[in-house]
T-cell receptor
Framework: ETGVTQTPRHLVMGMTNKKSLKCEQH?????MYWYKQSAKKPLELMFV???????ENNSVPSRFSPECPNSSHLFLHLHTLQPEDSALYLC????????????????FGSGTRLTVV | DAKTTQPPSMDCAEGRAANLPCNHS???????VYWYRQIHSQGPQYIIH???NNETNEMASLIITEDRKSSTLILPHATLRDTAVYYC????????????FGKGTKLSVKP
């Protein structure tokens, strides 16, 4: 266990469904992130939350909607997805600071494997 | 953030040292070099990071050249469980810039 927990581990959904992915961390971190990893492609940064405020949205389609109610929880709400959205969705957290050495990097969860049918 | 260049794949014999190179010729003075690895279908795992001095921890050593334009990650005694994709990432340190992944190096440790 890394300290970042993602649920569910696997999800199959139809294109008309609405579902949510959940991420939870108890590491005392104050920044959280969603990444997408499609087959044979590098990880893509989707959303960044610093101190519960969204600071980055990397041109992600509106069918993906993030929510960060507090520094320990992060959600990704999904609706009307397309088959090409099938991927591994990874959550990560980190501790922000004025020096990268304060954070010792990101901690990732194990991901949710999403299949859109 | 500076861009990095890594070989797409490398092989290493079990028990031998694995030396993974990374070029980051456009790195600036306040950018750190981070290394992560991703074992198949798992989330990436932090390995080590450094600014300009060589660093060592229980997992690996990081050697950064004096001009900081390249670095080498060293796994001193590779095991089969070290088979993974290894990512070298340059990150702005002032506000802990975002982690942007490239394609990395697929390391295969063979018996």
């Amino acid at each position: 266990e890394t300290g970042v927990t993602q649920t569910p581990r696997h999800l199959v959904m139809g294109m008309t469904n609405k579902k949510s992915l959940k991420c939870e961390q108890h590491l005392g971190h104050n920044a959280m992130y969603w990444y997408k990893q499609s087959a044979k492609k590098p990880l893509e940064l989707m959303f960044v939350y610093n101190f519960k405020e969204q600071t980055e949205n990397n041109s992600v389609p509106s069918r993906f909607s993030p929510e960060c109610p507090n520094s320990s929880h992060l959600f990704l709400h999904l609706h009307t997805l397309q088959p090409e959205d099938s991927a591994l969705y990874l959550c990560a957290s980190s501790r922000l600071g004025t020096d990268a050495q304060l954070g010792y990097g990101y901690t990732f969860g194990s991901g949710t494997r999403l299949t859109v049918v | 953030d500076a861009k990095t260049t890594q070989p797409p794949s490398m092989d290493c014999a079990e028990g031998r040292a694995a030396n993974l190179p990374c070029n980051h010729s456009t790195i600036s003075g306040n950018e750190y070099v981070y290394w992560y690895r991703q074992i198949h279908s798992q989330g990436p795992q932090y390995i080590i990071h450094g600014l300009k001095n060589n660093e060592t921890n229980e997992m690996a050593s990081l050697i950064i050249t004096e001009d900081r334009k390249s670095s080498t990650l060293i796994l001193p005694h590779a095991t089969l469980r070290d088979t993974a994709v290894y990512y070298c990432i340059v990150v702005y340190g002032g506000s802990q810039g975002n982690l942007i992944f490239g394609k990395g190096t697929k390391l295969s440790v063979k018996p």
